[in-house]
């Protein structure tokens, strides 16, 4: 019974998903390839596909940067006296909102820029706040 065990288990394990392992091996290997990231643990590999999962969150304020706006603007007050009262879930929403991720790849958040910018239109009170997630800018209207 144990030699059964045993070759059904590696069968489950190893022999049923070898080929289809092999075909996403062979696709990632395309996309990124072995000797860039053999040089990294698999914690930092980890980190580099994934993003870090905790934050900082004090550098997101630091790095941020302005358009139109400077950090003394009540309307910049008023966002980061808000996002500090944010609970942990809801500050990794509005990362996701901002940039697509709740999590950021590479070195994170001490690395992260983004800008707060001013659309400029002439009823603010009539748009809600935007983001181009691929420059990472959020547009908050006065």
């Not at 394990?13 to 070898?18: A, F, G, I, R």
């Not at 914690?43 to 993003?51: A, D, K, S, Y």
């Not at 969150?57 to 944010?86: A, G, M, P």
């Amino acid at each position: 019974r144990k030699e059964y065990v045993d070759l059904y288990v590696n069968y489950m394990l190893n022999e049923s998903v070898q080929k289809p392992f092999e075909d996403f091996m062979q696709g990632f290997l395309r996309g990124c390839p072995a000797r860039s990231w053999k040089m990294f643990f698999p914690e930092e590999l980890q980190v580099i596909l994934q993003g870090q999962k905790t934050f900082d969150w004090r550098l997101l304020e630091k790095n941020v940067r302005y358009r139109n706006y400077n950090n003394l603007d009540q309307t910049i007050r008023n966002f980061w006296t808000v996002f500090r009262k944010l609970p942990e879930e809801e500050k990794k929403m509005f990362l996701a909102f901002l940039s697509g991720s709740d999590r950021i790849t590479g070195y994170g958040l001490e690395h992260f820029r983004f800008c707060i910018a001013d659309p400029q239109v002439e009823n603010p009170d009539e748009f809600c706040p935007r983001a181009s997630t691929c420059s990472f800018i959020l547009f908050l209207p006065r």
